[in-house]
């Protein structure tokens, strides 16, 4: 069993940058490959970035790439997020995920293959 928890969104300018972090409970995180996702109002999830469970292996969706950078230590149980250059359109609820021991070699781009999933962290980007 996996218990997720982020932290770090808030209310930032367009510009400007936060860094989201996901906290693990549980012996078995370092083995887990990890995701970020996002839900705009009226919008489906989507994923942003992923992670495989040695960081050897990163994956971003296309709207970020450039701007956001997924990492991870083991040794705290944390992923992270860095978000710079941030615009409007990132405004969202942000969340992360993490996938069956199994897909740990794997960067995963459906919400399908992830187990686990945090409660949620608000970004919220003024113009």
């Known amino acids: 069993q996996v218990q997720l928890v982020e932290s770090g969104g808030g209310l930032v300018q367009a510009g400007g940058s936060l860094r989201l972090s996901c906290a693990a409970s549980?012996?078995?995180?370092?083995?887990?490959?990890m995701g970020w996702f996002r839900q705009a109002p009226g919008k489906e999830r989507e994923f942003v970035a992923a992670i495989t469970w040695s960081a050897s292996n990163t994956d971003y969706a296309d709207s970020v790439k450039g701007r956001f950078t997924i990492s991870r230590d083991n040794a705290k149980n944390t992923v992270y997020l860095q978000m710079d250059s941030l615009k409007p359109e990132d405004t969202a609820i942000y969340y992360c995920?993490?996938?069956?021991?199994?897909?740990?070699?794997?960067?995963?781009?459906?919400?399908?293959?992830?187990?686990?999933w945090g409660q949620g962290t608000q970004v919220t980007v003024s113009s």
């Open positions: 549980g012996r078995t995180f370092s083995s887990r490959a």
């Open positions: 995920a993490a996938t069956p021991i199994s897909y740990k070699d794997y960067v995963r781009r459906d919400n399908r293959a992830y187990d686990y």
